[in-house]
């Protein structure tokens, strides 16, 4: 069974960061537009914890 290897680069978790960050916003952005809806919420949920993870793992520097 393969190990998980590490990133290649420093760059590599903080740009994912960045894209996270940025689908975070867009989605915020069309919930307050739209209004509450389950899946949105859901996802919404699903990136802050992404973003959480990628801040832990980069050491906060995101």
């Given at each position: 069974m393969p190990t998980p290897s590490e990133p290649k680069s420093e760059q590599d978790p903080v740009q994912a960061a960045e894209h996270v960050a940025s689908a975070h916003k867009i989605l915020k952005d069309l919930q307050q537009k739209?209004?509450?809806?389950?899946?949105?919420?859901?996802a919404i949920t699903k990136l802050e914890m992404a973003l959480s993870t990628l801040a832990v793992r980069t050491g906060g520097l995101l």
């Open positions: 739209l209004g509450n809806h389950p899946e949105l919420g859901e």
